[in-house]
């Protein structure tokens, strides 16, 4: 006779995180646009965190005569308006931009998380009012959002990361909640809610570490547009207060040296902003491909 | 497709009234509310009273929501603090410039993306579309006021062939066609470049599916000419969602203009706003938020009937 039949293959097993994602490593390991991306980013954080250390040129400090000054052997990148270095000001501002940017993104994935799992799984009427409101929000462009409360609170990074968090959230929210609800048709999320779990455990048992594909994915290229979002509202003077520079501000500041072709000020920063920007790029592309997910960013703007 | 339209229009509804609901909170989020606001240095307790009651702010919070809303109907959005003008005055100057810089973008924008995109389509593999896709890419990626920087550094400064920024020549004594145009074309570039990237990109993906599906097989074997078959089979089915595409594009695109028209000192909504915000001239900013929602919420239900009435396979019931 065969085996008899218990409990065991009545209820289907859940797919183990490990082994589901086991594949995926394999395939980011062998993936060039991964290395790419990761061996990039890399280099851009020690640019901007290890720098400082091997080019010690005050970054603050000021000499009027020597302003403008296209670059030469003591400014690797010449000089600013009131004659501070620009390459130790790019590693000092490149700081700024990208801790403000990892927060900003890891603050808006946690945010989106919640409410996808919520509203995913919190039956029909909770999800109707939470998507509604997601619709609203929306339809408001952020950086217009943005600019309103800017205008009315006093600018800091933690504000800044805040703001960025409140109009970046929404597509991770829908990215999630739209996989809840195809997850928790699945025989294992069944199974377990007829065995009596409770809807919280479910959520944070089952759920959860299924998304992480999607979570992961939508989380590096939010990276990316929390960079670009934090410069662009710097860029339009509503970032970070003076003098701390960072990469939007300083290309804010060149462009009233353009008709000079003060090219050294207007390049660096813009180009520090494209490596960041494509390396997570680089590497969100990579991850997706690696967790064989189709999705479409929504961009927030900048 | 009436029914569909109906549906539609049904549905934009509850967002458009939590537009207006958002829109009238924002303003009720400034420390003191609107009367501290508009006194500013003026402010005494007795001018707070009288102007609170006098704005009917005293009235319980729903109240004065219909009461605004009211006025909103009427046409009557408040009138500026700091110019001696109506908001909808102010925006009805502005609006208008905004839309033909991103509608005129918009087309431009898809001509050169379906166009990349399908000869990158039918090229998969060549160097060409390499190199197309590494450039897609690095634009994707650019920051939209560093290209705008760019441009007009090369083209305005270092050439001189084109204006920097505003709409017409400081010297004209009155506004020309061609001053406009000149004044146009670097704005609308920045534009074009930025999100021609995303929608090539997409051309590129649904163009590719598409040419290896049964039907386009099929209309292969058929004979149907390599032409007739992009053309009639792969592009009419791979082009379809590129239209809900560009509308959910449209807040993606309100906010570049706002950059955008900081850097080329265009006057149009976004640079309103932005001098509204240094100013805090709040029914300015409560204003733009609710026409720009609502032409967002109007925008996306254009795109989603134009994509009913377009694939009659869609029928929402």
């Not at chain 1, 299924?210 to 670009?228: C, E, P, Q, S």
């Not at chain 2, 590494?134 to 705008?148: A, D, E």
Request: glycine share 8%; with cysteine; charged share 15%.
């Amino acid at each position: 006779m065969g085996q008899p039949l218990t409990a065991e293959y009545l209820v289907p097993e859940a797919p183990k995180a490990e082994g589901r994602y086991a594949r995926s490593w394999a395939i980011l390991r062998r993936s060039p646009l991964a290395w790419a991306g990761a061996v990039g980013l890399a280099l851009v954080v020690a640019f901007c965190f290890l720098g400082p250390a091997l080019y010690r040129v005050d970054p603050m400090k000021v000499d009027i005569l020597g302003s403008l000054n296209p670059p030469t052997a003591t400014h690797i990148l010449g000089t600013d308006e009131v004659g501070r270095d620009v390459l130790s000001r790019l590693m000092l501002g490149g700081q700024v931009s990208l801790e403000v940017g990892f927060a900003a993104a890891a603050a808006a994935i946690a945010i989106g998380v919640a409410y996808g799992l919520v509203s995913g799984y919190g039956g029909r009427t909770v999800d109707t009012v939470m998507m509604r409101i997601i619709d609203v929000l929306r339809s408001v462009p952020g950086l217009f959002l943005l600019l309103f409360v800017d205008s009315v609170f006093k600018p800091s990074a933690g504000l800044l990361i805040i703001l960025i968090a409140f109009v970046a959230w929404h597509p991770v929210a829908r990215l999630v909640r739209a996989e809840v609800l195809s997850l928790r048709e699945r025989t294992y999320v069944e199974a377990s809610e007829a065995a009596g779990a409770a809807k919280a455990r479910v959520a944070l048992e089952h759920l959860l570490p299924n998304t992480m594909g999607t979570i992961i994915v939508t989380a590096t290229f939010g990276v990316a547009d929390a960079v670009l979002l934090v410069a662009g509202l710097s860029f339009l003077g509503l970032g970070l207060p003076p003098p701390q520079p960072n990469w939007g501000a300083m290309l804010s500041d060149s462009m009233a040296y353009l008709p000079r072709n003060a090219w050294w000020l207007v390049y660096p920063p813009g180009i520090a902003l494209v490596i960041t920007v494509v390396t997570v790029n680089f590497m969100g592309d990579a991850l997706r491909e690696a967790f064989d997910l189709r999705l479409r960013q929504d961009r927030t703007g900048a | 497709m009436l029914r569909l339209v109906l549906r539609r229009v049904v549905e934009a509804i509850p967002t458009l009234i939590l537009i207006t609901m958002l829109s009238f909170l924002l303003i009720r989020l400034v420390p003191g509310g609107p009367v501290t606001a508009m006194l500013g240095d003026l402010a005494t307790p007795q001018l707070i009273a009288q102007l609170t009651h006098s704005l009917g702010l005293d009235k319980p919070i729903m109240v004065q929501y219909v009461i605004w809303l009211g006025q909103l109907i009427h046409g009557n959005f408040g009138y500026s603090y700091t110019v001696h003008a109506s908001v909808l005055q102010l925006i009805g100057q502005n609006l208008p410039r905004t839309l033909l810089l991103v509608i005129t973008a918009i087309i431009i924008s898809h001509v050169f993306a379906i166009a990349i995109g399908i000869y990158q389509a039918t090229h998969r593999g060549s160097w060409v579309d390499h190199a197309l896709t590494g450039l897609v890419y690095f634009l994707y990626s650019m920051p939209t006021f560093w290209l705008g920087i760019i441009l007009v550094s090369i083209f305005a400064y270092k050439m001189g062939i084109l204006p920097s920024g505003g709409i017409t020549n400081p010297n004209d004594l009155h506004p020309s066609l061609a001053a406009l145009l000149a004044h146009l074309v670097l704005p609308v570039a920045t534009l074009v470049l930025v999100t021609m990237a995303g929608w090539s990109r997409y051309v590129r993906t649904s163009m590719s599916e598409a040419l290896v599906q049964d039907y386009v097989r099929t209309a292969e074997a058929k004979g149907v000419s390599r032409q007739g078959v992009l053309v009639r089979h792969a592009f009419k089915n791979a082009l379809l969602p590129l239209i809900t595409l560009v509308g959910l594009s449209l807040p993606f695109l309100f906010s570049g203009s706002i950059i955008i028209e900081q850097v080329f000192n265009y006057p149009g909504m976004g640079l309103l706003f932005w001098d509204a915000a240094g100013a805090r001239d709040y029914p300015i900013l409560q204003g733009i938020v609710l026409i720009i929602g609502v032409l967002t919420v109007l925008g996306n239900l254009l795109a989603d009937i134009m994509y009913g009435w377009a694939d009659p396979r869609i029928r929402y019931d």
